[in-house]
């Protein structure tokens, strides 16, 4: 069985393949080089199932990879994966669809697929081959600085034209030339690809805000209120947590916030206060230090300060006041 690290070069860009396998292996080798992504091969597809992958991932954590594979594939990502990615497809098709939602159909003719890893995607394939760049959601959201949100609509395609067609080269030539690259040359087709796929996102961010399809501050707030009121029984949700899961950076979440005259601080800590008080109220009584741990704070004295600064009085007092 060949070591699913696979073969490394030099230049960091490691070559994983099946041909080597017999092939009743080969499907189950491909689908352990993916472990967030559930692969299902049909019923007849195994004795022509072959697969080949060149991966190179640099210190911020973005990956360039190419993959063919032949046979119909059939997928489903995870959905808590942060990354998004920029794909160019080079042969054969692919469908990628979120939840119910349309379908993109991706062939060598059609431009350049973006997905967000974060949302659950399904995929079918055939005989496909395709070059992409996979970037870490947070490098994302500080080359953009701003709301990426407009990536949780699902798929999208936009044609190969401009940056779209120069990261498209780019990427190929990378998959092509790997091995005639050496170290240095590696880390500055890096840096290129990750500049051009973040002027994709950047450019398609401006035209869907100039366009008005961008999210508003109110659907912002929204989406952040949602988050919060899932999450704030999680000690470590911050302002700074919720722009990262919502796609956002900091500054543009305290500015959606700031036009409705709030702080996404204070609206965690009137989430939590409102929850403590419907505990404080519960019969039998609840203890003060599970109440602390249910409403997000690590000791009962943090709970304590929250609920004075919230309520003006102390839970014991609230709770005794309520009981009589």
């Not at 919060?228 to 919720?242: E, F, G, K, N, R």
Request: positive net charge; glycine residues 10%.
């Amino acid at each position: 069985m060949l070591d699913r690290r696979g073969q490394e070069s030099g230049n960091g860009f490691k070559h994983f393949s099946t041909r080597e396998l017999r092939p009743g292996e080969r499907f189950d080798y491909w689908r352990s080089l993916f472990p967030r992504i559930n692969l299902k091969l049909d019923a007849d597809g195994a004795e022509r199932f072959a697969g080949d992958a060149l991966l190179h991932t640099d210190a911020r954590g973005a990956t360039v990879g190419y993959s063919a594979n032949a046979g119909v594939v059939a997928g489903r990502t995870r959905g808590d994966s942060d990354f998004i990615m920029i794909n160019a497809t080079m042969a054969g098709a692919t469908r990628v669809r979120r939840g119910h939602g349309p379908a993109v159909e991706a062939t060598a003719a059609t431009g350049i697929g973006i997905y967000d890893a974060s949302q659950p995607l399904s995929t079918l394939s055939q005989d496909h081959a395709h070059v992409y760049i996979a970037l870490p959601r947070a490098v994302v959201i500080e080359g953009l600085d701003g709301d990426v949100g407009f990536l949780h609509e699902g798929p999208l395609s936009l044609p190969r034209r401009g940056l779209t067609r120069s990261l498209h080269e780019h990427l190929h030539m990378m998959a092509r030339d790997a091995a005639h690259l050496d170290a240095a040359a590696t880390r500055v087709a890096m840096q290129v690809a990750a500049d051009l796929a973040l002027g994709i996102l950047a450019s398609e961010q401006a035209t869907r805000i100039s366009s008005g399809l961008s999210d508003h501050a109110e659907e912002l707030r929204d989406r952040a209120m949602r988050f919060i009121h899932q999450h704030y029984a999680d000690p470590s949700l911050v302002a700074a947590t919720v722009a990262y899961h919502l796609g956002c950076s900091r500054a543009h979440l305290y500015r959606a916030f700031a036009q409705a005259g709030q702080s996404v601080g204070e609206v965690i800590r009137s989430v939590r206060v409102a929850r403590a008080c419907a505990l404080l109220k519960a019969r039998p009584p609840i203890p003060l230090a599970r109440i602390a741990m249910l409403c997000g704070y690590e000791s009962v004295n943090g709970l304590s300060r929250a609920f004075m600064r919230g309520a003006g009085t102390t839970p014991a007092r609230f709770r005794a006041e309520r009981m009589g």
